[in-house]
């Protein structure tokens, strides 16, 4: 099994900066694929960033250009998101996700989920 822990998030004004972080433990193969998926109430989960084991990333459209995945330099199992140019429509429950092989937008599909870290965008 493999555990996540984020770090993060908060209540930043539109237009500011926000770091999410996420340690994963316990069996990573270096397969692995870590994620970030966000959650509004009375919507469905949806990615936000992926990162393959090999570096490859993918982006949901509403925040390309502004957000970034990234793995840790100094931490490993560990990923990043940095959060640029952020907007009220931001505001959600944010979740760091892993599963060893998928790395895909169903969120079905991803097997192990971190508690969720609140992100808060005043306009």
């Known amino acids: 099994a493999v555990q996540l822990a984020e770090s993060g998030g908060g209540s930043v004004q539109a237009g500011g900066s926000a770091r999410l972080s996420c340690a994963a433990s316990g069996t990573v193969y270096r397969s692995t694929c870590l994620g970030w998926f966000r959650k509004v109430p009375g919507q469905e989960r949806e990615r936000v960033a992926s990162?393959?084991?090999?570096?490859?990333?993918?982006y949901a459209n509403s925040v390309k250009g502004r957000f970034t995945i990234a793995k840790q330099d100094n931490a490993k199992n560990a990923i990043y998101l940095q959060m640029n140019s952020l907007k009220p429509e931001d505001t959600a429950m944010y979740y760091c996700s892993a599963d060893l092989t998928y790395c895909g937008d169903w969120e079905t599909l991803w097997s192990y989920w971190g508690q969720g870290t609140q992100v808060t965008v005043s306009a």
């Open positions: 990162i393959e084991s090999n570096g490859t990333t993918n």
